[in-house]
């Protein structure tokens, strides 16, 4: 990752999920450096098991991190929050200590909100109130709509981003490289042709809409936040006046309020959204994701499953997708 694009600089943001991570991140990055470890025990300890999958994609994303610091680059903007569940919403206390670390360290401040229910929605109005009044200027991604309408009717002063989960991207990866094979009877147009506009068609974003971007303009949001997929995405120069970020090296795949982690110790939440304290399995293990086409095994975390991106993730940085930020997670956001 170069740094640098079309128009200036890339912006680099950090996006840590948890204030424990934040607060010992010098400590979570000191990882030992993979080509230290020997070939046969490499081998035996990076499998298909999903978390040594999670282990080796932390420990590439940490050494990429402290290359990219080493090479005069800094990170100028710190993404704190949770995207994918609302048991993990943090406090308003966990959230002052996170604005005061990134005030410390001279960082931009980026509150991350998810999808919610009505109580999650009472808690996350109860984040921004604090946040509104002690940093009012601060940016809030939304990843819901019920939360996007309280931002403009109750605290317009905070910048609104619209998340990636509000993004319609095809994230499946499926005929990425290749497109498959098509009936052309009773089509009057080269074969090519078609193929071609099968591929442009998972490229597209829900922003395409003119009439979608006036809504969201209407409600303050100047900036959207996309995931990496391989097939690229197609956004015109400009990006219709938005400015972009997307994540990287973990990607959002898929996801939902049903817990199948969390149900591995109470059945219940497998099926339904309670309203029970949940004991967090998610902190200590991971479930295997039996998705296929992806160019690298997907882990399951929590609710939701992400992928670690490779190579196909250099258009967004190197100018050819006008990406202006980069929100770099060196874990995996939940």
């Given at each position: 990752?170069s740094?640098?694009?079309?128009g200036?600089?890339?912006e680099?943001?950090?996006y ?5 991570a934040l607060?010992?991140?010098e400590?979570?990055?000191?990882n030992?450096?993979s ?6 025990i490499?081998a ?11 282990y ?32 993990l919403?943090?406090?308003c ?16 401040f ?16 109860r ?13 809030v ?5 019920g ?22 991207q ?11 094979q ?8 080269p ?9 442009a068609?998972l ?20 900036r ?8 690229g ?26 817990c199948y ?23 200590r293990?991971?479930?295997?994701a ?13 609710n939701?499953v ?5 190579q196909?993730a250099t ?5 050819d ?6 929100v ?7």
């Amino acid at each position: 990752m170069s740094g640098s694009r079309a128009g200036g600089e890339m912006e680099l943001a950090l996006y840590l999920s948890d204030l424990d991570a934040l607060l010992h991140l010098e400590q979570g990055l000191r990882n030992s450096d993979s080509f230290d470890i020997p070939q046969f025990i490499f081998a035996s300890m990076f499998g298909d098991d999903p978390g040594a999958q999670e282990y080796l994609g932390n420990l590439v994303a940490s050494e990429w991190l402290e290359n990219y610091l080493a090479a005069g680059h800094k990170v100028s903007r710190l993404y704190f929050g949770q995207e994918f569940c609302e048991h993990l919403i943090p406090s308003c206390d966990d959230l002052e200590k996170a604005l005061s670390v990134a005030r410390e360290s001279g960082l931009h401040f980026t509150y991350v909100t998810g999808y919610v229910t009505d109580d999650g929605l009472a808690v996350t109005r109860r984040n921004l109130a604090w946040l509104a009044e002690h940093s009012p200027d601060s940016e809030v991604v939304v990843n819901d709509w019920g939360v996007l309408a309280m931002l403009a009717e109750e605290f317009p002063t905070l910048q609104p981003v619209l998340g990636r989960l509000q993004i319609k991207q095809q994230r499946m990866a499926r005929f990425t490289t290749k497109a498959p094979q098509v009936s052309m009877r009773g089509v009057n147009a080269p074969e090519a042709d078609v193929l071609g506009r099968q591929i442009a068609a998972l490229r597209r974003l829900n922003l395409s809409i003119p009439e979608y971007r006036q809504r969201l303009q209407g409600l303050g949001v100047k900036r959207f936040d996309l995931d990496i997929v391989p097939q690229g995405v197609e956004i015109p120069a400009g990006a219709w006046g938005f400015g972009v970020s997307c994540y990287y090296p973990w990607g959002y795949v898929t996801g939902s309020r049903n817990c199948y982690t969390a149900g591995m110790l109470d059945p219940q939440r497998s099926y339904v959204v309670t309203g029970a304290r949940c004991p967090a399995p998610c902190r200590r293990m991971n479930r295997g994701a039996k998705i296929k086409h992806f160019p690298q095994p997907p882990v399951q975390r929590g609710n939701s499953v992400f992928i670690y991106h490779t190579q196909y993730a250099t258009p967004y940085w190197n100018g050819d997708i006008p990406i202006d930020r980069i929100v770099f997670e060196p874990w995996i956001p939940l």
